[in-house]
């Protein structure tokens, strides 16, 4: 009785093992296609129920300048439950944006202007989740650069004169910096 109870059990364990060894072999060439899906760039072969695959979906119809796919791609990504994946999206997107009106360029000042802004809010929503990220914040200051805000021209021309500076007279005081 006792033999069988102790054969039974490690049945048991065994079959369970062997369960989980065919459920992770299973995940495993799944991912392994979700990978290779993505190294090769195929849009239409890529999963569209893995995350990853939709980020990398998203950047290949970015490369294949479908920038309204692309777009649309991406802010389902930011909406989705992945904060990683969510940056990256709202950091590529950003990207996408700046790429946009640097393509239209100034011929079309008026379609151009928008998107840097666009482009700009986005590194924002990036540096503000995650304020180390030094793309977003060097992305950020290009656009600032293209765009500037009005806000800081307006601050620039009411800003008051700065005050004069005094030499001082008294004996051993010095200017310079120590």
């Known amino acids: ?13 065994a079959l ?11 995940r495993l060439d799944r991912i392994k296609q979700t990978n290779a ?7 239409a072969d890529i999963e569209s129920s893995v995350p990853e695959a939709r980020l ?22 930011i909406e989705g439950d992945r904060r990683d994946l969510s940056q990256a999206a ?25 998107l840097i802004e666009l482009a700009k809010q986005r590194y924002r929503d990036v540096l503000r989740n995650q304020p180390a990220d030094w793309d977003a ?7 600032l650069q293209l ?17 004069e ?3 001082s007279t008294l004996q051993g005081a010095r200017i310079d910096l120590p």
């Not at 899906?37 to 849009?43: L, P, T």
């Not at 990398?56 to 990504?77: M, P």
């Not at 709202?90 to 928008?114: I, K």
């Not at 914040?137 to 656009?143: G, I, W």
């Open 1 to 13: 009785m006792k033999r069988s109870i102790v054969h039974c059990t490690l049945a048991a364990a």
């Open 16 to 26: 369970v093992c062997a369960s989980l060894a065919v459920y992770h072999a299973l």
């Open 37 to 43: 899906a993505i190294a090769s760039a195929r849009v």
């Open 56 to 77: 990398a979906r998203a950047l290949a119809l970015a490369r294949a300048r479908d920038s309204d796919a692309a777009a649309k791609s991406y802010k389902a990504l």
């Open 90 to 114: 709202m950091y590529n997107l950003g990207n996408l944006y700046m790429r946009d009106a640097l393509e239209n360029g100034a011929s079309e000042a008026f379609r151009s202007l928008p």
């Open 137 to 143: 914040r060097y992305n950020l200051s290009r656009a």
């Open 147 to 163: 765009a500037p805000e009005m806000e800081q021209e307006i601050e620039e021309k009411e800003a008051p004169p700065e005050k």
């Open 165 to 167: 500076q005094s030499v």
